[in-house]
């Protein structure tokens, strides 16, 4: 057994890579448990920066998102056997301006809709059918998860736990309809709601609406989610849209949030004077 993992799990490990630093993380975790180190991976990166980031630790090919065919072909050629979907790909970025492949085209023909679910859903069967087993993304990560804990000094006062409690049951109605994870709200007025344009982009729009002296940002994963992808996950970037917002709390759903940058999102909330709170899921 390796990290909770049978030995199927064992020999080449891939991984298919987005942008930030989530994919370095998960690429330390393997080499902590594999014989081969970081010579275990191999890896696909759908995104320049996240071929920069891994070119140096593994072996990375860069291949366009929409290239089904190429990155089954390089995955295989490296020896992988089991995979993982890791990292950040802007929703805009899989509805305009890609060049896909015949195989691509006729997935996307084929999808009822363009819902992310449905999209990931589509390819994670068709990986499936080629003999890659895809992991969950806690299977190396599961210690990024977000506890139940109030994570920095400002603590929530009683009016702040009556609109994270808000906020929060208003985060878990939008993902659980599959349109975002993330609601911002101020004085129990919603401010805004994340869709395509990704969460930070959200937090920013909602402080044009805003007095920037307060107000929660909540951030929650859809009932049942599958968790081989779309894992809410956190670090500076979002802490930093939270700061220049004006917003005072930050509240993530205990157990279904990756909490990356730890030590540093949690020094730039205190730094602010920001709550930083993971909650269990509510029932309302």
Do not use: H
């Amino acid at each position: 057994m390796k990290n909770g993992m049978d030995d199927r799990a064992a020999g080449r490990v891939g991984l298919i890579a987005g942008s930030g630093r989530l994919s370095l993380l998960w690429a330390a975790e393997v080499a902590a448990v594999e014989p081969d180190g970081y010579g275990a991976i191999t890896a696909v990166a759908v995104t320049d920066e996240a071929y920069d980031n891994l070119r140096e630790l593994v072996n990375v090919t860069r291949v366009p998102l929409g290239r089904f065919n190429r990155t089954a072909k390089a995955l295989r050629e490296g020896g992988a056997k089991t995979l993982s979907f890791v990292g950040k790909v802007e929703k805009v970025n899989m509805l305009k301006g890609l060049k896909l492949d015949l195989k691509t085209v006729r997935l996307v023909a084929a999808l009822p809709d363009y819902n992310d679910a449905t999209i990931m859903d589509s390819i994670t069967r068709e990986f499936e059918k080629e003999g890659f087993e895809v992991l969950p993304q806690t299977a190396y990560l599961g210690k990024y998860l977000v506890e139940e804990a109030v994570y920095t000094k400002r603590r929530p006062s009683k009016d702040d736990r009556e609109e994270i409690s808000f906020a929060m049951l208003r985060a878990y109605a939008v993902a659980d309809l599959g349109i975002g994870q993330t609601v911002v709200v101020r004085r129990k007025g919603v401010l805004a709601v994340e869709a395509i344009e990704g969460t930070d982009e959200a937090i920013r729009r909602a402080a044009d609406y805003s007095d920037g002296k307060g107000g929660t940002v909540a951030k929650a994963m859809k009932k049942g989610q599958d968790l081989r992808y779309d894992v809410p996950t956190v670090g500076l970037k979002t802490i930093k849209a939270v700061i220049d917002g004006g917003f005072k709390n930050l509240a993530l759903e205990a157990g279904s949030a990756f909490l990356v940058e730890r030590d540093e999102v949690i020094g730039a909330a205190d730094g602010a004077g920001v709550c930083l709170i993971g909650v269990p899921r509510e029932v309302g």
